[in-house]
T-cell receptor, first 113, second 118 residues
């Protein structure tokens, strides 16, 4: 089992601030996914990062995959209350979809208006 | 994308009873997955439900406690048996979908069933 450590566990900041959350492991991943879960809903895929050093942007969210493919970060610029949620990382399922996800413990993010 | 519904959306149950949770998908899928999310925690995979065969359980989860049915390609049930307060969690089902890249998959999740055991 590939263990993913996410930090910080909890983060509460004011609207308009910037933040970075991390997903780290001692294992190498072929690719890694970030999901966001809003209250009362299931997680939703934000991005898949595949190449070491890759940077992907999704509006105000910037995802980076480490050069060694062992870690990833999510940076949010000018956070908004709508960014509130549980951010989860997981190795991308392999086996043609035959594998479930092994999530990290997640980062609980609260953006206060 | 897939549309996934779960029933019930929430329930409050007495200890020692059992609850069956339903998961309905709007298209045929080979694999369905069941997860547990304990209060304030991340999601943990319970089992993989493959239509036409026995479910495969992750370490720490057993069929006697969490029996699963998979009668067809669009439907699955998870039963939480002989419940105790420690079973109070959100239970979610998911299905895989191939991403446009054609290489990787994503998981589509249902909205979850919030279970409280008294």
């Amino acid at each position: 089992t590939q263990l993913l450590e996410q930090s910080p566990q909890f983060l509460s900041i004011q609207e308009g601030e910037n933040l970075t959350v991390y997903c780290n492991s001692s294992s190498v991943f072929s690719s890694l996914q970030w999901y966001r879960q809003e209250p009362g809903e299931g997680p939703v895929l934000l991005v898949t990062v595949v190449t070491g050093g890759e940077v992907k942007k999704l509006k105000r969210l910037t995802f980076q995959f480490g050069d060694a493919r062992k870690d990833s970060s999510l940076h949010i610029t000018a956070a908004q209350p709508g960014d509130t949620g549980l951010y989860l990382c997981a190795p991308t399922p392999s086996g043609g979809g035959a594998d479930g996800l092994t999530f990290g413990k997640g980062t609980h993010l609260i953006i206060q208006p | 994308s897939a549309v996934i519904s779960q029933k019930p959306s929430r329930d409050i149950c007495q200890r020692g009873t059992s609850l069956t949770i339903q998961c309905q998908v709007d298209s045929q899928v080979t694999m369905m997955f069941w997860y547990r999310q304990q209060p304030g925690q991340s999601l943990t995979l319970i089992a993989t439900a493959n239509q036409g065969s026995e479910a495969t359980y992750e370490s720490g989860f057993v069929i006697d406690k969490f029996p699963i049915s998979r009668p067809n390609l669009t439907f699955s049930t998870l039963t939480v048996s002989n419940m105790s307060p420690e079973d109070s969690s959100i239970y979610l089902c998911s299905v895989p979908r191939r991403l446009p890249s054609g290489v990787n998959n994503e998981q589509f999740f249902g909205p979850g069933t919030r279970l409280t055991v008294l």
